[in-house]
């Protein structure tokens, strides 16, 4: 009995899961090209790619701390650390 | 004595001489000053040329592949099997294989490379780069948008000698001045003999100028036709050859000389008059082209290819045969290029821009960074985030929107609309007509907001503990605080719904819960929310302020809404992505930032209250046009006595807000979900936009409420709702309906009684 009333609250408590957010299809692409050219040293073409992957999926926290990284590499780090808190706030798990 | 005077005279003579050759002198070394000031210096104010955003191509991006083919046109490119330049495309299945022009983007130049696309279902699937098997998808060059220009409108695409078809220097000495290349500037005899035509005709038939003197006409001086001007044009002609060679005084004329109008622009030199008329680079112009510009030369608007057709075939015959006369072309070269139809296209689009609203926000934001003179006269090339979709959505949801609510086109209208995450501005109309540049309502009417800023009271309420279930009486202040506050505010309906709870009262935008929720929190307490949001201006700190007293414009409003929609982030609106110079070298980007974020729990309950506003408030009659699982967040708003009208709001991906009111002040009876609604839910519904999903942030629950009490309610309870709340401000007690103790007796009956008493 007690057990069915604990699962019982524990679906009321829940709340309504939010809807997986699927990442559009190229995101990845835009992320992956964007890392790579961080890697090499090429800035700008490392800010225009991560960029356009925030455009083309701007849910996806990837693209954000992607982005993230590119301003830690540049010395923003206020930039870094208020585009990293907009990645975690996507997922959820902020510290 | 007598024999004196002669000498006198003489004397006289001789000082006046000399006065009168000095005075030449003087003006001649004035005339060479000015003519070589100009000359050396830069010679034209390059009007600054605006871009749309460029079209980016990567598998998954939302075009089909018929507007990816008017956007080629639209930029140039060409219809070519098998591709063979740059600036071609060709058809290929159900797909299409592009050969991109090389483009100075403003953070670098991108190569030309062929690409292959393939489609399914609508959507682009596929996106393969020629030896690029990484690339994330291409850019495509983007649409010229228009021109941001000085005083004189002069527009000119300038051009180097080099470059210049031969054949068309060759027409135009032939038509223009045969003896250009031997003479020193003027032609005495060819003046004289037109003098003499002229003379015997009664009128001007015939004009003796060379090139330099039409140059020199164009340059420095007036259209007056008077002798003294005529004189002065002459020396100044004979000056200019005499400080330059012939190949750059040809250069300058081909780029100074006036061929044509463009609304309120004026089209000047062969490079930007080949574009104008045929759409082309004119290196691209066939001998018949070529020949018409050398025809407009004589007179651009009475051989007008477009207005007068048959007038300009004839002028530009009479060049082809004078051409073959001439011997640049032979007999057969003729026969084809009189046989050539005129070839122009279809007028661009009209005057300085057809986004004159956009266009000016792109200039107040560019003005913090260059001067004005800059923007006008450098040439600078301006990288926007103008969307032409977007702007056309919104122009149409403005034009239907005004029509369905306001028949008699009394009223004038406002429409922003941006991208969530980036703040990037994607269309802006200002006014009723979207191609009249005058007063941008957009930027520049501030009207009183009305419930739109109440958002910003809520969140600082639930920034300080209250709930989305805290309930707020909503009755009319007691006398004597409505004395002291001098202000009596009433609801919209003129009710008094007793305690609701704190999201209804926004949902249904209930002024007098709002008024005390805003006397329990204090009106410094909004100032300071607002200026966290982006609004930045000086507000009036009074209680009217609660409902809106305040004049804010549309893109203010933007700015406050853009923060809620970004989870909090303060992004400001942005129209422009980067600068270069005039020759395509990068000058300025304007890379994404957000600013420090709002209390991110506050953010996501004031969300929420905000998709109720149009599930279950006063937003609820854009089901009409935008599917209630969109859950979209909006506010109405309406200034007091009905003379504007808003609705702010966002969905997954954007950020948009409508405004219509009077340009006089004087309408009456508006209101924001009838009039400024109806416009913002048809543009966002052409836009197809994504479902806005907020994610709760950590410390969020979800709890059954019976909304009368704001306290927990279970399946007993028929009218529960289910709310998120900030962890510690669940409410922990019952409601009657889910076995809560009820209230006693005489609490029930005071409530009673307080509902009804003022």
Redesign the interface.
């Given at each position: 009995m007690i057990v069915v009333l604990a699962l019982w609250l524990a679906a009321c408590a829940g709340g309504p899961t939010p809807r997986t957010t699927v990442p559009a299809e190229g995101a990845g692409r835009w992320i992956e090209a964007g890392r790579s050219a961080l890697e090499r040293g090429e800035m700008v073409r490392a800010e225009r790619w991560l960029e356009q992957a925030v455009r083309v999926a701007p849910r996806d926290p990837r693209a954000w701390r992607a982005l993230a990284d590119l301003r830690q590499a540049q010395g923003r780090w206020e930039e870094a650390r208020r585009l990293r808190l907009r990645a975690c706030r996507l997922v959820g798990d902020c510290p | 004595m007598k024999a004196g005077v002669p000498r006198h005279w003489r004397r006289g003579v001789a000082v006046l001489a000399l006065l009168a050759v000095t005075a030449l002198g003087g003006w001649v070394a004035w005339l060479d000053q000015q003519v070589q000031s100009a000359f050396e210096g830069r010679r034209w104010a390059l009007p600054a040329q605006v871009y749309a955003r460029p079209l980016?191509l990567?598998?998954?991006?939302p075009i089909s592949r018929k507007d990816l083919e008017t956007h080629l046109e639209a930029v140039g490119y060409r219809r070519a099997a098998g591709i063979p330049r740059p600036g071609t495309f060709e058809r290929l299945g159900s797909g299409l294989r592009l050969h991109t022009r090389a483009f100075a983007f403003w953070?670098?130049v991108d190569a030309p490379r062929r690409v292959v696309l393939a489609w399914s279902g609508g959507r682009l699937e596929r996106v393969s780069v020629q030896g690029e098997p990484?690339?994330?998808?291409v850019r495509i060059e983007p649409r010229h948008i228009g021109g941001i220009f000085p005083a004189a409108r002069e527009d000119r695409l300038l051009v180097r000698l080099q470059d210049v078809p031969p054949e068309l220097v060759g027409a135009l000495v032939a038509v223009e001045d045969r003896e250009f290349f031997r003479h020193h500037g003027v032609r005495p005899l060819a003046i004289v003999r037109a003098a003499w035509a002229n003379l015997r005709a009664g009128r001007v038939v015939q004009g003796g100028s060379t090139l330099t003197q039409q140059l020199v006409k164009n340059f420095y001086l007036d259209r007056r036709r008077t002798l003294g001007r005529k004189l002065k044009e002459a020396v100044m002609a004979l000056l200019l050859e005499a400080h330059y060679d012939k190949p750059a005084i040809l250069e300058a004329y081909l780029n100074e000389i006036y061929l044509g109008q463009d609304g309120a622009r004026a089209i000047h030199g062969f490079g930007l008059a080949a574009r104008f008329y045929f759409g082309r680079d004119l290196a691209d112009l066939d001998t018949a082209r070529l020949a018409l510009l050398v025809a407009l030369v004589k007179g651009p608007s009475y051989y007008d290819p477009r207005r007068h057709p048959e007038r300009a075939r004839a002028r530009r015959d009479w060049v082809i045969e004078r051409m073959r006369a001439d011997g640049l072309i032979d007999d057969h070269q003729a026969l084809v290029a009189r046989n050539a139809p005129l070839g122009v296209v279809a007028r661009p689009r009209r005057g300085l821009t057809p986004y004159p609203a956009f266009v000016d926000l792109v200039r107040r934001q560019l003005r913090r960074d260059y001067r004005e003179s800059d923007l006008t006269g450098e040439g600078l090339r301006i990288f926007t985030t103008l969307d032409p979709t977007v702007q056309a959505a919104a122009e149409v949801g403005v034009r239907e929107g005004l029509a369905a609510v306001d028949p008699q086109g009394h009223l004038q209208a406002a429409l922003l609309v941006s991208?969530?995450?980036?703040g990037?501005v994607l269309a802006v109309v200002g006014g009723r007509d979207p191609r009249y540049p005058g007063f941008n309502r957009a930027l520049d009417a501030r009207r009183p907001v009305g419930s739109l800023i109440k958002p910003a009271l809520y969140l600082a309420a639930l920034e300080a503990g209250y709930t989305l279930a805290t309930p707020l009486r909503d009755a009319p202040l007691p006398p004597a605080e409505a004395r002291a506050v001098g202000w009596s505010p009433r609801n919209y309906d003129g009710r008094a719904h007793g305690d609701v709870p704190l999201y209804r009262a926004l949902a249904h935008s209930y002024n007098l819960a709002t008024v005390r929720l805003g006397m329990e929190l204090g009106v410094d307490r909004l100032v300071e929310t607002l200026r966290r949001l982006g609004v930045h201006r000086e507000l009036p700190a009074y209680p009217a302020l609660f409902l809106g007293a305040a004049n804010l414009s549309p893109l203010e409003i933007l700015q406050m809404y853009q923060t809620l929609a970004a989870?909090?982030?303060p992004t400001p609106p942005k129209a422009v992505l980067g600068v270069t110079d005039r020759a395509g070298r990068p000058l300025a980007?304007y890379?994404?930032?957000?600013?420090?974020?709002l209390e991110?729990k506050a953010v996501f309950l004031v969300t929420h209250a905000l998709q109720a506003v149009v599930r279950e408030g006063t937003g609820r009659a854009l089901a009409r046009w935008l599917d209630p699982s969109l859950a979209v967040a909006g506010k109405t708003g309406t200034s007091n006595d009905g003379r504007d009208a808003w609705f702010a709001g966002f969905t997954?991906?954007k950020v948009a807000v409508a405004w219509v009111g009077g340009d006089d002040n004087q309408a009456t009876g508006l209101t924001g979900a009838r009039h400024a609604l109806p416009l913002w839910g048809r543009t966002l519904a052409a836009l197809h936009p994504q479902?806005l999903?907020?994610?709760?942030?950590?410390g969020?629950?979800?709890?059954?409420v019976d909304p009368a009490g704001g306290l927990r309610a279970d399946r007993r309870c028929p009218e529960r709702v289910?709310l998120?709340f900030a962890q510690g401000t669940v409410p922990s007690d019952y409601a009657p309906c889910a076995g809560g103790a009820r209230p006693a007796l005489w609490r029930r009956g005071w409530n009673w009684l307080r509902e009804r008493l003022p």
């Amino acid at each position: 009995m007690i057990v069915v009333l604990a699962l019982w609250l524990a679906a009321c408590a829940g709340g309504p899961t939010p809807r997986t957010t699927v990442p559009a299809e190229g995101a990845g692409r835009w992320i992956e090209a964007g890392r790579s050219a961080l890697e090499r040293g090429e800035m700008v073409r490392a800010e225009r790619w991560l960029e356009q992957a925030v455009r083309v999926a701007p849910r996806d926290p990837r693209a954000w701390r992607a982005l993230a990284d590119l301003r830690q590499a540049q010395g923003r780090w206020e930039e870094a650390r208020r585009l990293r808190l907009r990645a975690c706030r996507l997922v959820g798990d902020c510290p | 004595m007598k024999a004196g005077v002669p000498r006198h005279w003489r004397r006289g003579v001789a000082v006046l001489a000399l006065l009168a050759v000095t005075a030449l002198g003087g003006w001649v070394a004035w005339l060479d000053q000015q003519v070589q000031s100009a000359f050396e210096g830069r010679r034209w104010a390059l009007p600054a040329q605006v871009y749309a955003r460029p079209l980016t191509l990567y598998p998954g991006a939302p075009i089909s592949r018929k507007d990816l083919e008017t956007h080629l046109e639209a930029v140039g490119y060409r219809r070519a099997a098998g591709i063979p330049r740059p600036g071609t495309f060709e058809r290929l299945g159900s797909g299409l294989r592009l050969h991109t022009r090389a483009f100075a983007f403003w953070d670098g130049v991108d190569a030309p490379r062929r690409v292959v696309l393939a489609w399914s279902g609508g959507r682009l699937e596929r996106v393969s780069v020629q030896g690029e098997p990484e690339a994330p998808g291409v850019r495509i060059e983007p649409r010229h948008i228009g021109g941001i220009f000085p005083a004189a409108r002069e527009d000119r695409l300038l051009v180097r000698l080099q470059d210049v078809p031969p054949e068309l220097v060759g027409a135009l000495v032939a038509v223009e001045d045969r003896e250009f290349f031997r003479h020193h500037g003027v032609r005495p005899l060819a003046i004289v003999r037109a003098a003499w035509a002229n003379l015997r005709a009664g009128r001007v038939v015939q004009g003796g100028s060379t090139l330099t003197q039409q140059l020199v006409k164009n340059f420095y001086l007036d259209r007056r036709r008077t002798l003294g001007r005529k004189l002065k044009e002459a020396v100044m002609a004979l000056l200019l050859e005499a400080h330059y060679d012939k190949p750059a005084i040809l250069e300058a004329y081909l780029n100074e000389i006036y061929l044509g109008q463009d609304g309120a622009r004026a089209i000047h030199g062969f490079g930007l008059a080949a574009r104008f008329y045929f759409g082309r680079d004119l290196a691209d112009l066939d001998t018949a082209r070529l020949a018409l510009l050398v025809a407009l030369v004589k007179g651009p608007s009475y051989y007008d290819p477009r207005r007068h057709p048959e007038r300009a075939r004839a002028r530009r015959d009479w060049v082809i045969e004078r051409m073959r006369a001439d011997g640049l072309i032979d007999d057969h070269q003729a026969l084809v290029a009189r046989n050539a139809p005129l070839g122009v296209v279809a007028r661009p689009r009209r005057g300085l821009t057809p986004y004159p609203a956009f266009v000016d926000l792109v200039r107040r934001q560019l003005r913090r960074d260059y001067r004005e003179s800059d923007l006008t006269g450098e040439g600078l090339r301006i990288f926007t985030t103008l969307d032409p979709t977007v702007q056309a959505a919104a122009e149409v949801g403005v034009r239907e929107g005004l029509a369905a609510v306001d028949p008699q086109g009394h009223l004038q209208a406002a429409l922003l609309v941006s991208d969530r995450a980036t703040g990037e501005v994607l269309a802006v109309v200002g006014g009723r007509d979207p191609r009249y540049p005058g007063f941008n309502r957009a930027l520049d009417a501030r009207r009183p907001v009305g419930s739109l800023i109440k958002p910003a009271l809520y969140l600082a309420a639930l920034e300080a503990g209250y709930t989305l279930a805290t309930p707020l009486r909503d009755a009319p202040l007691p006398p004597a605080e409505a004395r002291a506050v001098g202000w009596s505010p009433r609801n919209y309906d003129g009710r008094a719904h007793g305690d609701v709870p704190l999201y209804r009262a926004l949902a249904h935008s209930y002024n007098l819960a709002t008024v005390r929720l805003g006397m329990e929190l204090g009106v410094d307490r909004l100032v300071e929310t607002l200026r966290r949001l982006g609004v930045h201006r000086e507000l009036p700190a009074y209680p009217a302020l609660f409902l809106g007293a305040a004049n804010l414009s549309p893109l203010e409003i933007l700015q406050m809404y853009q923060t809620l929609a970004a989870e909090g982030f303060p992004t400001p609106p942005k129209a422009v992505l980067g600068v270069t110079d005039r020759a395509g070298r990068p000058l300025a980007r304007y890379p994404l930032a957000v600013g420090d974020p709002l209390e991110a729990k506050a953010v996501f309950l004031v969300t929420h209250a905000l998709q109720a506003v149009v599930r279950e408030g006063t937003g609820r009659a854009l089901a009409r046009w935008l599917d209630p699982s969109l859950a979209v967040a909006g506010k109405t708003g309406t200034s007091n006595d009905g003379r504007d009208a808003w609705f702010a709001g966002f969905t997954g991906d954007k950020v948009a807000v409508a405004w219509v009111g009077g340009d006089d002040n004087q309408a009456t009876g508006l209101t924001g979900a009838r009039h400024a609604l109806p416009l913002w839910g048809r543009t966002l519904a052409a836009l197809h936009p994504q479902p806005l999903e907020p994610v709760p942030p950590p410390g969020v629950e979800w709890v059954w409420v019976d909304p009368a009490g704001g306290l927990r309610a279970d399946r007993r309870c028929p009218e529960r709702v289910r709310l998120p709340f900030a962890q510690g401000t669940v409410p922990s007690d019952y409601a009657p309906c889910a076995g809560g103790a009820r209230p006693a007796l005489w609490r029930r009956g005071w409530n009673w009684l307080r509902e009804r008493l003022p």
